[in-house]
């Protein structure tokens, strides 16, 4: 572990953790959700509006980076954090998951993937080292292993074998990492000083093969745990219920990243089950879409009940959205197309679920996280289409 | 005219002259440039990012707003400058050149326009008084009478006609105008306290129907005037000495408005020529489409060249996008097709015009518009589509 990372539990509220990371570009306050920038940006916000939003890290897709415009463009450049003018810290996948969900003509061996780009079907090859070559090279604070990640409902024999081939992934990853750490590797730039590399625990909702992945994982020993694989199809009581026996095998001293989660009912949920990090696109993409998130439950402004409405979002909402502007301007800038409807619902979004994680962070120091989930999900289901919302 | 309008010419440098509009919502220095936010948003950027630049005065499009979300709803929720979160001073135009160049089955008779949208083909009906009362409802600092706008090239006596169309319909408008302010209509709200009207002159390049239409409506007596039917399509030098010899014709103590103007070039150049205010949609139009002005002229975002580029847009400009993103970073945005590219370049085109309108302020202050002049073309002409930009 580098002297640049540090994972401190600050206190704990029954398994749910507040946590501090710290990495080489700056401290994480955990439990934390980090904003999608897919392609180098958040959707619909500026680096800058990110700042003034309180989000300290975001996640960007190796995947997408890679195929365009292209990691050795980026590295040239100074890396990921200089090319997208964002100083805090970042996470970058392995782009494994997006191999799986978007590639094309994807041909699967034990040395790793070959797909084609959904850009232009050039020909492209991922294996467990050029993952870690390649986020060497966009330099992001936290990296991940290249996983297999079984599409659901999958059987037990292939989660299985998918289980068995991501372990062994990962200590081929975890090989490549040192590597390059100790300056074994000379064709690739050394990564990011303090760059830290996490392992991915697989093993769909079956609780020994999560077991396995978890012990397997946990021996070849990473900087931080995610647990992958869940969020893609299973019930949300599996999700839950998969997310809190495998958090509870992982090493209490060491963070835990659930991927691709969730609703803000799941985030409270989830930490209260022992999960320390967090990413989704649902604040992003369904902001494109007029999705908003209230304490009250999510509402969609495109509707008509909207169209005179002087109130804000969300009254209690202190961003500059709720702040500025009324439900009938933002349900004006979404029935017009305009851009500006998904920089104005993309700012709420994300200010609700970065507020969201500030007032569970808070709850944990207090020791008060049971009455806020609680009292969080009673008020979120609140919300009837027919209400007078 | 209103105790809250007012007109001061404070230095003049040849025909050049630096003033101050004082509206309802606030100061507007001039020579001024409007951004346009057709449908009560500047495309790409929000209001408080428009603050954040410097704007000090928005254009917003009464045909758009009109068809939707509509007049009477704006008026509900407490006028434009409320629903739109703008607090500064606004213009609205009449929708007349909308009408003209968008709607679909125009019928024109002297009595006014009756069209259909072109949203979903309804069909509506716009007079000079009915332009008064939706103007009078948005609430904006400065309406536009509605005039007849000939499409270029047009003959003489079509122009003619409709200089005389555009007169008779101004008075008609300033009857409207007045008969609002002194309440003596009942059906339509009274409009924002200071309220003022400009009456537009027409002419094409036809210099007597310029002197015609300006002396007409200069009779008529307005709390300042328009030059349109410019850059519809003329050469830009006949669009040039048209507004020259229109300016002069115009009273030396009221502002003057050239629509739909222009290039940065034209910006200065029409300046020269006695103009004090400007709306285009040429930097936030081309902004979404990778043009980007700068100080040497327009460059493309999107050319190959710029892909590896780490300097920004242009090192002399202090916006946020060049002291923040390489030109690298910015055609990746634009070849991904990425929301920020429209934010980012749209916030650079908007200070670029803003702060050359605050440069052109200083010059005539200091005397020294005409080496402005001079030393900008000069400037703005030198990009070469070879050089190393």
Not at 106 to 130: A, M, N
Not at 333 to 348: C, D, R, Y
């Amino acid at each position: 572990m580098s002297a640049l990372f540090r994972f401190d539990v600050l206190a704990r509220a029954g398994r749910a953790r507040r946590g501090r990371l710290q990495l080489p570009h700056g401290d994480v306050e955990t439990p934390a959700f980090m904003p999608v920038g897919t392609r180098a940006a958040v959707k619909g916000v500026t680096s800058e509006m990110l700042v003034d939003l309180g989000a300290e890290i975001v996640l960007a897709n190796t995947y997408h980076l890679h195929l365009r415009p292209g990691d050795d463009l980026i590295a040239r450049l100074g890396g990921l954090h200089t090319f997208m003018g964002w100083s805090r810290p970042m996470l970058t996948d392995s782009g494994g998951y997006q191999v799986f969900s978007l590639a094309s003509r994807r041909t699967l061996s034990e040395d790793g993937v070959v797909f084609q780009s959904h850009l232009d079907g050039r020909s492209y090859k991922l294996t467990p080292e050029s993952a870690v070559d390649i986020q060497s090279r966009l330099g992001a604070d936290i990296t991940m292993t290249l996983d297999e990640c079984p599409s659901w409902p999958a059987t037990e024999r292939d989660v299985d074998a998918a289980v068995s081939r991501t372990l062994r992934w990962a200590r081929r990853a975890r090989t490549r990492f040192d590597a390059l750490r100790s300056g074994g590797v000379t064709d690739v730039a050394r990564p990011t000083p303090g760059q830290v590399q996490f392992g991915i625990v697989q093993g769909g909702t079956y609780p020994h093969l999560r077991e396995a992945s978890a012990a397997g994982t946990v021996g070849i020993g990473f900087d931080g745990y995610a647990i992958g694989g869940l969020s893609v199809g299973e019930p949300i009581d599996a999700m839950l219920e998969t997310a809190a026996k495998t958090a509870a095998l992982l090493p209490a001293d060491q963070p835990r990243y659930l991927m691709g989660v969730g609703t803000p009912s799941d985030l409270i949920q989830a930490v209260a089950r022992g999960i320390d990090l967090f990413d989704c696109v649902l604040p992003t993409r369904n902001a494109r879409n007029g999705q908003l998130f209230t304490r009250h439950g999510p509402l969609n402004i495109r509707n008509a009940r909207y169209a005179e409405d002087p109130r804000p979002i969300d009254a209690e909402c202190g961003c500059p959205t709720c702040r500025h502007y009324s439900r009938a301007y933002l349900r004006h800038l979404a029935m017009a197309g305009e851009i500006g409807s998904s920089t104005l619902n993309t700012v709420h979004n994300l200010f609700f679920y970065l507020d969201t994680m500030g007032s569970i962070r808070k709850a944990i120091e207090f020791g008060t996280v049971e009455d806020l989930e609680r009292t969080f999900l009673e008020a979120y289901s609140r919300r009837q289409p027919t209400s007078d919302d």
